[in-house]
């Protein structure tokens, strides 16, 4: 698998474009509509995302995706932020983005999508729906965990208890170390973040 990463929209969030056969892709968020040339210009054609929850910065380039044939995935228990005043758009003085979801998952699904297979894991607490995606040694965690940080939990559905329990019971048991793709900022570890992140105790 190749990942290549594209910060994208009104707050840089990163969008992940993985690869198995160099042709298809499927992207993980999706910030800004950019994204599509991006693909393009690295021989890719987008054929789904995978939202890691419903906020702005991470869907505004959703619309401009679903036109031109992209299937969009969310949490099943995330629709109602999705398309909701909640996804925060109004923060960004923008109108909020109408776009189909194609399909639903919930915690423990496994994806095949474009040769890969990629699981759901459920992590409320920067949202209620929020997820996180594994393939492999990857571990896409959007605004749940970041480099020696964790998201935010004062918008609408979050809660901060549960915030640091999803990333203790579910991401930081997981077997071996993972290569963490963070929603915004760099590149991060289980096994770094177990160790230097301070604010999981």
Same mark, same amino acid.
Request: include cysteine; hydrophobic fraction near 40%.
């Given at each position: 698998?190749?990942?290549y990463?594209?910060?994208a929209?009104?707050m840089?969030? =990163?969008?992940?474009l993985?690869?198995? #056969?160099?042709?298809?892709?499927? *992207? &993980?968020?999706?910030?800004?509509?950019?994204?599509?040339d991006? *693909?393009l210009s690295?021989?890719?054609? &987008? +054929?789904y995302?995978l939202?890691?929850?419903g906020?702005? #910065?991470h !869907? @505004?380039?959703?619309?401009?995706?679903? @036109?031109?044939?992209?299937? !969009?995935g969310?949490?099943?228990?995330?629709?109602?932020? %999705?398309?909701?005043? *909640? =996804?925060?758009?109004? +923060?960004?003085?923008?109108a909020?983005?109408e776009?189909?979801?194609?399909?639903t998952?919930?915690d423990?699904d496994?994806l095949?999508?474009c040769?890969? +297979?990629? /699981? $759901? &894991?459920?992590?409320?607490?920067?949202? *209620?729906?929020? $997820?996180?995606?594994?393939?492999?040694?990857?571990?896409f965690t959007?605004?749940? %965990?970041f480099f020696?940080?964790?998201?935010?939990?004062?918008?609408p559905?979050? =809660?901060a @208890?549960?915030?640091i329990r999803?990333?203790?019971?579910?991401?930081f048991?997981?077997?071996g #170390?993972?290569? $963490?793709?963070?929603?915004h900022e +760099?590149e991060?570890?289980?096994a770094h973040?177990?160790?230097y =992140? /301070?604010l999981?105790?």
């Amino acid at each position: 698998m190749k990942i290549y990463t594209k910060p994208a929209g009104p707050m840089g969030a =990163n969008t992940y474009l993985l690869t198995e #056969d160099d042709k298809t892709a499927v *992207a &993980i968020d999706c910030g800004g509509e950019e994204v599509w040339d991006y *693909a393009l210009s690295k021989g890719l054609k &987008i +054929e789904y995302v995978l939202l890691t929850h419903g906020h702005f #910065d991470h !869907i @505004a380039g959703c619309p401009a995706l679903a @036109a031109k044939g992209v299937k !969009i995935g969310a949490a099943k228990s995330e629709l109602p932020l %999705l398309q909701s005043k *909640a =996804n925060l758009a109004f +923060e960004f003085g923008a109108a909020s983005p109408e776009f189909p979801v194609s399909f639903t998952f919930e915690d423990g699904d496994a994806l095949s999508l474009c040769g890969m +297979e990629i /699981s $759901v &894991i459920a992590t409320p607490g920067h949202t *209620a729906g929020g $997820v996180c995606f594994l393939s492999g040694e990857n571990l896409f965690t959007g605004d749940t %965990l970041f480099f020696e940080s964790v998201g935010r939990t004062d918008f609408p559905t979050g =809660n901060a @208890a549960q915030l640091i329990r999803s990333i203790k019971e579910k991401l930081f048991t997981l077997s071996g #170390d993972r290569r $963490v793709f963070p929603g915004h900022e +760099e590149e991060t570890t289980l096994a770094h973040e177990k160790q230097y =992140n /301070s604010l999981i105790r």
